[in-house]
């Protein structure tokens, strides 16, 4: 079963974010707990971790448009 991967709420009036850089390519391994991709808020630029292990299918490109909390970034299957 595929593992959604979210735009997460990284601080408490945080709305929506920029998908800075994806860190793994479409098609590469994602591996659990190290750093998957980038998102900008309008207070920092963090990493986010994979959550799951397996190969990953980007759905959103990180094109530097803001994308609401939430959002389907892509996939690890």
């Known amino acids: 079963m595929a593992t959604q991967i979210i735009l997460p709420k990284l ?3 945080m709305e929506e974010g920029i998908l800075a850089e994806w860190l793994v390519e479409d ?3 994602a591996v659990e707990g190290q750093p998957l991709y980038s998102i900008e ?3 920092s630029t ?3 971790d994979a959550p799951a292990s397996g190969t990953l299918r980007i759905i959103v490109q990180a094109d530097g448009e ?3 909390v939430g959002t389907v970034l892509g ?3």
Do not use: C, W
Request: glycine share 16%; aromatic share 6%.
């Open 46 to 48: 963090q990493e986010v």
């Open 27 to 29: 098609g590469g391994q």
């Open 41 to 43: 808020s309008d207070k």
């Open 11 to 13: 601080g408490f009036s």
């Open 75 to 77: 996939e690890i299957a």
């Open 66 to 68: 803001s994308h609401r």
